[in-house]
């Protein structure tokens, strides 16, 4: 790889290179991951490394803000799977969810971004499919009562339940739970 090709990916902060190689800027003494948000420094101040051991070796240390040092530090994919995780724990408890969301440290909009970015879906989105899941699930292996079900997976009455599950599957919830229950 051109020196050229990887200063481009270091401007970019292109995080397909990390891993591949590091920089350092000779004017701080810092390696850097290709993707590390730090400011842009001069081109004549960086030097490129194939590996971190590399860079300490020619007495560079590790980056604090991209932790060039450890291997497999992804701060941002670490969020969006405490909040997938958060998610399949309590769907149905909105109230819960959205306090347990501010305790990751990161906006609501900026957690939106980080969750798309990782998962291909909204939080919303990945919200409804986990709750048109369970409500499928307890309409086709349980005997429940409908309404019993809606409360379960988190509505407040029947017809935002009802419009839910309707929009989703093209069915009501007993025409459904009529075909499919075991």
Known sequence: MTQEKMWKAVSENDASYDGIFFYAVKSTGIYCRPSCKSKMPKRENVCFFDTAQQA???????CKRCRSDLSDYQPIKEIAEKAKRLLDDSF???????????HLGVSQRRMVEIFKEEYGVTLSEYVSNLRLAEIKRLLSDTDDEIINIAYSVGFGGLSSFYRFFKNGTGLSPAAYRKEHQK
Do not use: T, V, Y
């Not at 300490?56 to 590790?62: D, L, N, S, T, V």
């Not at 149905?92 to 501010?102: A, P």
């Open 56 to 62: 300490r070796a020619a007495g560079f240390r590790p």
């Open 92 to 102: 149905s408890k909105r109230c819960e969810l959205n306090q347990e969301l501010q």
